[in-house]
């Protein structure tokens, strides 16, 4: 039961350049979506979330962009930092399902920015 | 910066032994919830816990799981006949309410291992 789906399980591009991930969602009922960063034994950490109401978000270097009709959104970073590799977790949530932070998440991505 | 902390890092059981997780949420935080993630596989929502009762749990979460706050600063995660398939890194995380940004702050995670 794949309804977050992160199709890339890796991605490496060069320090300075722009790098996106992507994420696919099947149930239409998710209405709140999240990226999340998770380093070598550490927990995920929030980095943005957007809304279902939105097309974009943007936060300093990081933007997450909603293509509701294709059910698509995608994390942007630019410029890419070597501080930036990590795994990328995409979530979705249902407000209708009573909580926000039931979380659903994708299987990740793993970032590598090289110097 | 407060932090949600995790004991133990890492426990190894055998399989049919009953194993305790403990988590200290962020001090002001109201929700508090385990996640899961098997190795190579996705982070899975258990179980959402506010004002002292389960507020949301997944299938995963049958008889043998339970969740308690019974100090009001520890929130601890029972399996009480572990099996192999429990094995997984287990993370706690806790919010300040239910809506807004879906911002979860995560612990470092507890890794069980079941032989």
């Known amino acids: 039961d794949q309804q977050v789906k992160q199709n890339s399980p890796s991605l490496s591009v060069q320090e300075g350049r722009i790098s996106i991930l992507n994420c696919d969602y099947t149930?239409?009922?998710?209405?709140?979506f999240l990226w999340y960063k998770k380093y070598p034994a550490e927990g995920p950490t929030f980095l943005i979330s957007?809304?279902?109401?939105?097309d974009k978000n943007e936060d300093g270097r990081f933007t997450v962009f909603l293509n509701k009709s294709a059910k698509h959104l995608s994390l942007h970073i630019v410029p890419s930092q070597p501080g930036d590799s990590a795994v990328y977790f995409c979530?979705?949530?249902?407000?209708?399902?009573?909580?926000?932070?039931?979380?659903?998440f994708g299987k990740g991505t793993l970032l590598t920015v090289n110097p | 910066e407060p932090e949600v902390t995790q004991t133990p890092s890492h426990q190894v059981t055998q399989m049919g032994q009953e194993v305790i997780l403990r988590c200290v949420p962020i001090?002001?935080?109201?929700?508090f919830y385990w996640y899961r993630q098997i190795l190579g596989q996705k982070v899975e929502f258990l179980v959402s816990?506010?004002?002292?009762?389960?507020?949301?749990k997944s299938e995963i979460f049958d008889d043998q799981f339970s969740v308690e706050r019974p100090d009001g600063s520890n929130f601890t995660l029972k399996i009480r006949s572990t099996k192999l398939e429990d094995s997984a890194m287990y993370f706690c995380?806790?919010?300040?309410?239910?809506?807004?940004?879906?911002?979860?702050?995560f612990g470092e995670g507890s890794r069980l291992t079941v032989l």
């Open positions: 979530a979705a949530s249902s407000n209708s399902g009573g909580s926000n932070y039931k979380l659903t």
């Open positions: 816990f506010y004002n002292n009762e389960i507020s949301e």
């Open positions: 001090s002001n935080h109201l929700y």
């Open positions: 957007i809304s279902s109401i939105k």
């Open positions: 149930n239409s009922m998710f209405d709140y």
């Open positions: 995380a806790s919010s300040k309410d239910s809506m807004g940004t879906g911002e979860l702050f």
